[in-house]
């Protein structure tokens, strides 16, 4: 190794308050998908003040129509757009490296539920907290804490180094897909991805599939007194989750278990997540849209995992005295799951570089949600995996990041490069 992991943690310590006060910029810039501009302004001077050449990657979904990996959308995207940036030696030395991350967050729920507004940021206990500062703005400024160490003790990397932030991960990962096309089309060599989802400084050895759907039923209106003159579409609605949640426990065999999943309790996670209807109190509803997730193991077809829920949720409707009328699609994620080969170099090289900083090695973590990893990995061949920091009530209440796991993650992230990429001088001198 051409830098001593004593000098990395005593620069990273050194850029503490950098990392604080970048942190405090990215997460204040509200960013929920389809609206992530304020974050990419945020992003794009910072990428630039540490050397990168920025271009900007348009995400236009009629032409990701074609990829097998396209979700279909869920909301207008308003033009926004990932930024690409690019780290060139003048000379290649080692091996290149892409780090990407989201930028998009999810919506926070009831304000008032929160002990400060989300976008308030503070710290307390040595936590950091705002709406996507675990979820995950906290890791991608802890990646490019490590790499201004590398800066200031004197070293660039000695081969290209990308640093992607996209869009719209949260809800159809069409960003990233862009950014895999951008790769493809331009014939860039990427070597290894590293993504710094918060999962605790654990290396994801697996993700689960995803499918999005929306289920809009339409039944009779009529006034309460004449109820039963009335087809109530909520209550039918309830009737179909309860035989999802039969599909759910069917999909989770505790004598099938996908490998990568053997000691999680219950992979596969069904959840409701939006139901609305009626529109008074005394009257029959005419309609009812109800909106949930599914999750399934990798090497099931995400194609496969809807025509199940379809054929469940016609078979629940029509067990029903008078059958609604309904239409049932699929817009957001249509996500399959993969497997991290943990065995590869840039795999072994990250659990090195996690022993070296925590002086244990890292555990293996069985993602039950989707990640961006799926689209470089299984779109671009990329050797991909998540390694990031600390976090608590991501997608909830109070959410925020441990800023201790964000430093001990930006000195993983500069050995990683130092190994991986290799050093050189500012001059292009190999060190």
Not at 95 to 104: A, E, F, M, R, T
Not at 231 to 245: G, K, S, T, Y
Not at 249 to 261: D, E, G, I, L, T
Request: glycine share 10%; hydrophobic share 40%; with cysteine.
């Amino acid at each position: 190794m051409s830098v001593r992991k004593e000098d990395v943690a005593g620069a990273v310590r050194a850029n503490e308050g950098w990392m604080r006060a970048k942190l405090k910029e990215v997460v204040e810039a509200k960013s929920f998908s389809g609206h992530e501009q304020a974050a990419q302004a945020v992003m794009r001077p910072l990428l630039e003040s540490l050397g990168f050449a920025v271009n900007e990657i348009p995400v236009e979904p009629e032409r990701l129509k074609a990829s097998p990996l396209y979700s279909p959308v869920v909301h207008e995207l308003h033009g926004c757009h990932n930024l690409w940036g690019e780290l060139a030696p003048a000379q290649t030395l080692g091996k290149s490296l892409l780090i990407n991350g989201h930028v998009d967050v999810v919506p926070t729920g009831e304000t008032s539920l929160w002990s400060r507004p989300p976008f308030e940021t503070y710290e307390k206990d040595g936590w950091f907290y705002g709406r996507g500062a675990g979820d995950m703005k906290g890791g991608l400024v802890a990646a490019l804490t490590g790499l201004r160490a590398l800066h200031d003790l004197g070293y660039k990397p000695a081969a290209p180094l990308y640093f992607n932030t996209v869009v719209e991960e949260e809800c159809t990962g069409n960003g990233a897909l862009a950014s895999v096309e951008y790769i493809k089309a331009n014939r860039i060599r990427v070597d290894a991805m590293l993504d710094p989802e918060p999962f605790s400084e654990s290396i994801m050895s697996g993700q689960v599939g995803v499918i999005w759907a929306q289920l809009h039923l339409i039944g009779r209106p009529a006034h309460a007194m004449e109820a039963s003159a009335g087809l109530n579409p909520i209550e039918a609605a309830m009737h179909v989750w309860q035989a999802l949640r039969k599909l759910e426990a069917s999909w989770n065999p505790p004598h099938q278990k996908h490998p990568v999943f053997g000691d999680h309790p219950h992979p596969l996670n069904f959840n409701l997540g939006q139901l609305n209807g009626g529109d008074w109190n005394s009257s029959v509803p005419t309609t009812c849209r109800m909106e949930f997730r599914c999750g399934f193991y990798p090497g099931f077809d995400p194609a496969e995992a809807k025509r199940q829920v379809e054929a469940c949720v016609a078979a629940a409707i029509a067990e029903l005295a008078e059958p609604p009328k309904y239409t049932l699609s699929f817009n957001g994620f249509h996500a399959p799951g993969c497997v991290v080969d943990l065995g590869t170099a840039p795999m072994q090289l990250l659990s090195r570089c996690h022993e070296s900083v925590n002086g244990a090695a890292p555990v293996s973590y069985p993602c039950t949600g989707t990640t961006d990893v799926r689209l470089f990995q299984l779109g671009a061949d990329i050797p991909s995996t998540c390694y990031g920091p600390r976090a608590q009530r991501i997608h909830a209440l109070d959410e925020c990041v441990e800023l201790a796991s964000m430093q001990r993650v930006a000195q993983v992230y500069a050995l990683f490069i130092a190994q991986w990429c290799g050093l050189s001088a500012p001059g292009g001198g190999a060190r």
